[in-house]
């Protein structure tokens, strides 16, 4: 029988102090760097990455402390939301005001520059500018948080915009890793379910190639394959990758099993292929029982079916601990840009 | 004449404070009790009622005290509403926020778990419990408030759930009553309008049955007549209650006329009976001419006509208040679930 | 070649707190007055507006001390947007928590009172008065701020009510010219764009003639040309002004030209006329060669393109800064009206 999800946590939580201490000894204080704006994925590399780890470890210690911080006190943090994604916003909103910062909210900004008066995103963002001390921006555009940053005298920060990044969500998944694996390098990876339309993955696959001998193996539906792209990056990279059928023998051999939720929306009107591709790959007990026992199973989260709710209570589904992660590295995110 | 609005609210305050004092010989400090969530009306006893109805009364005394209270600084609420209530909602808020609190909100939280993605409430919970101290849920199913309760690690207060259960708004009421008449046992109650559909008349009818030698009166159309269910549990209580088709008759032998609004959503397409039912039991100047001295008119609000304007200034129109008593109350549970 | 936009901003700065002194040399302290609510623009006198500036001047020193404010500590104001205005919203609310006071928010009231249930606004401001100590108000339709002023015993700013009013808009577009320019009285100010229309020019017209010695021009398209009720109130008030088709001729005299959005919505049908009337008068490097060096270019945004975005860059585009003068000028009004 499994244990009650509260001695859950604890567990985690006694986990996560012993590596917030291994953490410190891998980063020495006297790297220095400069983040100005958190835009893409592409601009982390495995220094800067450490750095950011680094404080969302010393986070996890503030947000504990039940009095908590007013490290980020008078200031004031815009959420501007184009379209809306609550558990981003609830994220990054928990984060500022763990921090004792404030927040102004907008959900529809859209209308804030509606197709009918037709005002630029860069003249929003020097107006909102004028109000806050750093933007949160989630746009429907790829490329829009950069055009953001390119034009704003403050911090900007990408919580997503359209197909193209997402990388505060890359960055809490690498960091869930290094948390609860313990290293980064030498991790074997299954990505598995939706991993041609999911941007979580794809950004994963390219954060992780950063590390020395990592292994991933990819386990899809045919109709939702990893792209090309990917795997060309990951070989140039001396990345070993491989395509499985066989999710059960993938479990087995992996550190980390990634779950994601096949996306319907990207189906239209083909149900049956969704249907098809839906009941493929579950994680289930069957799964669990072949995983190592160091493993970890994650999922960027929502999730439908794919991972069954039996799961939840083995210490090994790590899916709520990386939802709460996400909260200490945009606090780690907030906190350096906003104080260096 | 009757005196202006404005003197109005400092007789109000003045009768309040005396009866601040009352109450807090009511409720001796010894009796403890553990409040963990709040979910339906039927969780609580006449000592847990006034436990949270002395606290109410300080709370009172914190809201107007221009400093403010910094007892719950460094809490973080989440109002997690899965269907608009703004007045609820901003109910809630003002309370964390007059306590020293901050709040994440969302009103929009259909789209957290949309039906395309389709998360269930418990994988949306323990989400959201990671980014918070405390959860108000707005929902639109009966018993998603429980379900939330028990996964949870965090308290959860039931701001509605769907026809379900509005806990707070019940002990608004009650203590309503409290404030303004002074005591609960022996009181006299007339309840009005919609009974068959008014969730806050047949929670204030459980109640109410806590206590000794009530009568109630039932006024209602012939369509939306008080169910047996609620007359059944009354009468297993002992307590006395009449139907009566004589508003000015009842008005002029109860302590309290509580009176609700008509739903019209509840009549579909029979517009016809709607407005039959809405004109029958309006209570204006006839019938505060034979009210009580000591006697109140409450409801719940919004209210159409079925109040008419001309009775706000007597100071026996007492729903601005009770409206107000929700702050205390929502105050005086915020801090009971978070402090203890 | 233009300075880079940051360069701007520090001049703009530098412009700004030499006249900050200037300022509070012609406001003698002992003009004391009573602002009890904001709701529109006749009420204004020229030693109100004088008090105002000089406390939005404070303002702009307030803002940019990074400690921030403790000025409306424990003060609470509720936004109560019956339409969407994002723009206005953040400000206000931006305005709340830079003097270190909270905010709730609601930008879906007509939910709050909607036409099924149809609660009055009276009642619904006679609610959340018991939740905060300041509303600001947006309503669809003219004169709804007045009447929740009658009604409410807080103070109730108007942030625009349908066609009527938006007083704190026109604030900020005089103390905008008295911050650029220097000085009021004398000024030659040039509306261009939707005269009829637009609820700023006309409000700017009724202000700046309480100032002596002004000039007016109107250059506008023939179908939204500036209504005669303007015209005779300035006439009656000894203001010059006069009709032209000559932006260029217009641009080479101002001090002040305040371009507006030709607003497509007023046209219905009427494509054609609409983009006949939006590409007549364009503010674009031409004009920008015939206007003065001390002169300056106004809009109350969204623009759309009647100001060239190779204009931005110029010293002379002051509409960004404008907007933020919204800021300092929000400020101003909450702690006036708070604290007095």
């Known amino acids: 029988t499994n244990p009650p999800y509260r001695q859950l946590v604890s567990y985690a939580k006694l986990k996560n102090d012993i590596r917030c201490h291994s953490l410190n000894i891998e980063m020495p204080s006297s790297a220095k760097f400069q983040l100005n704006d958190v835009i893409e994925a592409q601009q982390f590399d495995r220094d800067l990455l450490n750095a950011i780890f680094e404080v969302a470890c010393e986070m996890e210690k503030i947000e504990k402390n039940s009095t908590g911080s007013m490290m980020l006190k008078g200031y004031l943090m815009a959420t501007l939301f184009y379209e809306p994604s609550t558990r981003t916003r609830l994220s990054f909103e928990s ?12 959900e529809n900004a859209r209308e804030f520059s509606s197709a009918a008066k037709g005002e630029t995103l860069e003249d929003t963002i020097r107006t909102v500018e004028g109000y806050a001390d750093i933007i949160v921006l989630r746009h429907f555009e790829s490329g829009a948080a950069k055009r953001a940053a390119l034009t704003a005298n403050i ?27 313990g290293r980064l390098d030498g991790i074997t990876l299954g990505l598995v379910g939706d991993l041609a339309n999911g941007r979580t993955v794809r950004s994963l696959a390219y954060l992780i190639a950063k590390y020395q001998n990592v292994k991933i193996y990819f386990v899809a539906p045919e109709v939702v394959k990893m792209k090309d792209d990917i795997k060309e990056y990951l ?10 059928a066989d999710l059960m023998e993938v479990a087995s ?21 969704y249907e098809e591709a839906r009941g493929k790959y579950i994680v289930d007990k069957y799964v669990l029982s072949v995983l190592q026992k160091h493993a970890i199973i994650m999922h960027p989260l ?20 990386q939802a709460k992660n996400g909260l200490y590295i945009r606090m780690a995110i907030l906190k350096l840009l906003l104080l260096g």
């Open 155 to 181: 911090p900007v920060i990408n919580a997503g915009d359209g197909p193209g990044q997402h990388p505060t969500q890359a960055l809490l998944d690498v960091y869930t890793i290094e948390r609860e694996i």
């Open 235 to 244: 070989t140039s990279r001396g990345v070993e990758w491989e395509e499985s």
């Open 253 to 273: 051999k992996c550190d980390v099993v990634y779950q994601t939720r096949i996306q319907r929306e990207r189906f239209g009107e083909r149900v049956d292929l």
């Open 302 to 321: 929502p999730r439908l079916d794919e991972i069954t709710v039996d799961v939840d209570s083995d210490p090994r589904a790590a899916y709520f601990r």
């Open 95 to 106: 984060a500022m005001k763990r921090l004792g910062g404030e927040v102004l909210t907008t």
